[in-house]
């Protein structure tokens, strides 16, 4: 869709150019040497490859997602355990720590996006990263957690929300 845009864009462009210059001159010459020009262009409005950068910057997003958030879920399970335990303000020493891992993750997610060729999984790794910082400030989505069972309701919605922005560049 990009290219389509881009091509109709540049061929906009080029055909604007050509009609104001051929009003311009009185030969008929110039003409087909502007229409000549057209194909000339049309090379250069392929969108660039970003494919090889973006499996680099996807891996690293990817062994994020799979090892920066083990520590996460370490501190929901403390966080639960806890709560279970009525042990009110162990509990909350861990959701804070939960939340500081989720602040981390997305400021991870964010780094290692940001270094991406493609300004489209730039974009979605700041959103993506954003929602990981919302989350973690986010004491209605901590305080639904009480068990196990929650966590388990809970977690798989909130994961495909964190995950989305960046899922369509880094597909498996």
Same mark, same amino acid.
């Given at each position: 869709?990009?290219? @389509?845009?881009?091509? /109709?864009?540049?061929?906009?462009?080029?055909?604007?150019?050509?009609?104001?210059? !051929?009003?311009? %001159?009185?030969?008929?010459?110039? =003409?087909? !040497? =502007?229409?000549?020009?057209?194909?000339? =262009?049309?090379?250069?409005?392929?969108?660039?490859?970003?494919?090889?950068?973006?499996?680099?910057?996807?891996? &690293?997003?990817?062994? /994020?997602?799979?090892?920066?958030? &083990?520590?996460?879920?370490?501190?929901?399970?403390?966080?639960?355990?806890?709560?279970?335990?009525?042990?009110?303000? $162990? #509990? @909350?020493?861990?959701?804070?720590? @939960?939340?500081?891992?989720?602040?981390?993750?997305? $400021?991870?997610? &964010?780094?290692?996006?940001?270094? @991406? %060729?493609?300004?489209?999984?730039? =974009?979605?790794?700041?959103?993506?990263?954003?929602?990981?910082?919302?989350? #973690?400030?986010?004491?209605?989505?901590?305080?639904?957690?009480?068990?196990? !069972?929650?966590?388990?309701?809970?977690?798989? !919605?909130?994961?495909?929300?964190?995950?989305?922005?960046?899922?369509?560049?880094?597909?498996?």
């Amino acid at each position: 869709m990009r290219r @389509a845009m881009l091509a /109709v864009t540049v061929g906009g462009v080029l055909l604007t150019s050509v009609a104001c210059h !051929s009003g311009d %001159q009185a030969t008929t010459t110039s =003409a087909p !040497s =502007a229409v000549a020009s057209l194909p000339a =262009a049309e090379p250069s409005s392929a969108a660039p490859d970003y494919s090889a950068d973006t499996r680099l910057v996807c891996g &690293k997003v990817q062994e /994020v997602f799979t090892q920066d958030l &083990k520590d996460f879920a370490v501190d929901l399970g403390k966080m639960i355990a806890n709560k279970e335990a009525k042990q009110t303000a $162990a #509990a @909350a020493a861990a959701r804070k720590a @939960a939340g500081d891992e989720l602040k981390r993750v997305g $400021a991870t997610v &964010k780094k290692e996006t940001a270094a @991406a %060729q493609d300004p489209e999984l730039r =974009a979605a790794g700041a959103t993506s990263a954003a929602k990981f910082v919302k989350t #973690a400030g986010d004491d209605t989505f901590f305080n639904k957690i009480k068990s196990t !069972s929650d966590l388990n309701k809970i977690i798989e !919605s909130q994961m495909a929300e964190w995950f989305t922005p960046v899922a369509g560049y880094c597909a498996a």
